[in-house]
Nanobody, 125 residues
């Protein structure tokens, strides 16, 4: 079993920054890939960023490339999403996710086995 708990969401003005954190339970965190999805009202959940078990490989959606950075600290069982130059269109609920026990680095939503509860990010114009 894996439990994922996100934190760090909030309200920020356009151009601002936020850092999301996702704390994972379990001793095997360092062995599996992690990802961040987001879902805006009326839209499908989309993959934003992903990172391999050791941080050696990362993926970013085109819409966030150059602005968001995903990282992880396996000693703390935590994955981060640093979001800079935020835009109103980044407004969404952000979810931490993993395909564990699968090790899919760039998962589609239906391949995710564990989701966090989500954290709201609102960017005002």
């Amino acid at each position: 079993q894996v439990q994922l708990v996100e934190s760090g969401g909030g309200l920020v003005q356009a151009g601002g920054s936020l850092r999301l954190s996702c704390a994972a339970s379990g001793r095997t965190f360092s062995s599996y890939a992690m990802s961040w999805f987001r879902q805006a009202p009326g839209k499908e959940r989309e993959l934003v960023a992903a990172i391999s078990w050791n941080g050696g490989s990362t993926y970013y959606a085109d819409s966030v490339k150059g602005r968001f950075t995903i990282s992880r600290d396996n000693a703390k069982n935590t994955v981060y999403l640093q979001m800079n130059s935020l835009k109103p269109e980044d407004t969404a609920v952000y979810y931490c996710a993993t395909s564990f026990p699968g090790n899919i680095v760039i998962p589609r939503a239906h391949e995710v086995n564990y989701w966090g509860q989500g954290t709201q990010v609102t960017v005002s114009s």
